[in-house]
């Protein structure tokens, strides 16, 4: 997983609740476990006329032309803008893996539900917790100036608007500090690896009998 500290993207607006994650990627998507590749397929049945395919190029399939995600000046966009309940339904880990395959680092609402919100942060996805009526200026904002950017800086947790202004956040120190440093907890896990085996080897030593093949 990648570092996370500060950039500065695009913003693309889905001005709705609820987006669930079958929305975010279809569940005829599901079937492969590997994390890269899904990028082409995020909002699949928003993004297409056609319905898509595993293993399918989307390249010549029809374009819904007012997806929002389709639209010349949110190309290029890393930033979701979105409202509540971003990330509800099943807990398919693949929505934040299509998430992160299209190129979008941090989503910006008013809530998430719970596991896609951690999930996100195993995947180097920055979900943000903003008021109902910050999130509407911000609409506003991405509405009225075409390819609107914004800079997210992690480390001091801010948005930091052309303009000027600045937006605070919150976030939990843990999942901030897993961000900065670019690990999950299999990456932190793996840090402590020369421990690991040293307390194997003195466990082996001491109960030499629990790793003995056994005669049946």
Avoid at 152 to 171: P, Y
Avoid at 189 to 198: A, F, N, R, V, Y
Wanted: aromatic share 12%; with cysteine; charged share 25%.
């Amino acid at each position: 997983m990648k570092k996370f500290n500060s950039f500065t993207g695009i913003v693309v607006p889905l001005d709705r609740s609820n987006i669930d994650t079958d929305a975010i990627i279809p569940k005829q998507f599901l079937k492969s476990i590997k994390r890269t590749g899904f990028g082409q397929n995020l909002f699949d049945e928003w993004r297409y006329l056609d319905k898509g395919e595993p293993g399918v190029s989307c390249d010549e399939r029809p374009l819904n032309k007012s997806f929002i995600f389709n639209q010349k000046r949110y190309k290029g966009a890393s930033i979701i803008l979105t409202k509540k309940n971003f990330g509800c339904g099943s807990s398919r880990e693949h929505a934040p893996w299509a998430i992160m395959d299209y190129g979008i680092k941090a989503i910006i609402a008013i809530s998430f539900a719970d596991i896609f919100y951690n999930n996100c942060f195993k995947n180097g996805i920055l979900p943000i917790n903003l008021e109902k009526t910050v999130i509407q200026n911000l609409f506003t904002k991405v509405d009225q100036n075409p390819g609107f950017k914004i800079k997210v800086d992690l480390k001091n947790q801010l948005i930091k608007l052309s303009t000027g202004d600045r937006i605070q956040f919150e976030i939990d120190n843990y999942k901030k500090s897993c961000l900065i440093n670019g690990l999950d907890e299999i990456g932190q896990t793996l840090e402590k690896k020369d421990q690991i085996i040293s307390f194997e080897e003195k466990y082996k030593n001491i109960n030499p009998w629990l790793f003995e093949e056994m005669k049946i």
